[in-house]
Nanobody, 117 residues
Framework: QVQLVESGGGVVQSGGSLRLACVAS????????MGWYRQAPGKQRELVAT???????NYADSVKGRFTIKRDNAKNTVSLQMNSLKPEDTAVYYC???????????WGQGTQVTVSS
């Protein structure tokens, strides 16, 4: 089992910045993929960004150039720096952990990000 605890989030004005952080604990494999997904009201959960233990990243087109994902393998943490936030970024953001891209994922409890116009 893997537990994910998120922090950060909140309310920010359009153009502002926020940083999300997530700590993983439990049965952590040395090689894994961590990332962030988000779900806006009435919409499906969608990928925001992922990062492997090797540092390979993948971003949704909508956040490229504005969001940066990083991780600390020694501490099993992943962060998401969000700049130039837009109202359409408003959603619940979920931390995600999986061993491979085909593995069943673990999810955090979610943290709300609200961007006001």
């Amino acid at each position: 089992q893997v537990q994910l605890v998120e922090s950060g989030g909140g309310v920010v004005q359009s153009g502002g910045s926020l940083r999300l952080a997530c700590v993983a604990s439990g049965s952590i494999f040395s090689m894994n993929i961590m990332g962030w997904y988000r779900q806006a009201p009435g919409k499906q959960r969608e990928l925001v960004a992922t990062i492997t233990t090797g540092g390979s990243t993948n971003y949704a087109d909508s956040v490229k150039g504005r969001f940066t994902i990083k991780r600390d393998n020694a501490k099993n943490t992943v962060s998401l720096q969000m700049n130039s936030l837009k109202p359409e970024d408003t959603a619940v953001y979920y931390c995600n952990y999986r061993i491979t891209s085909l593995s069943s994922p673990y999810w955090g409890q979610g943290t709300q990000v609200t961007v006001s116009s």
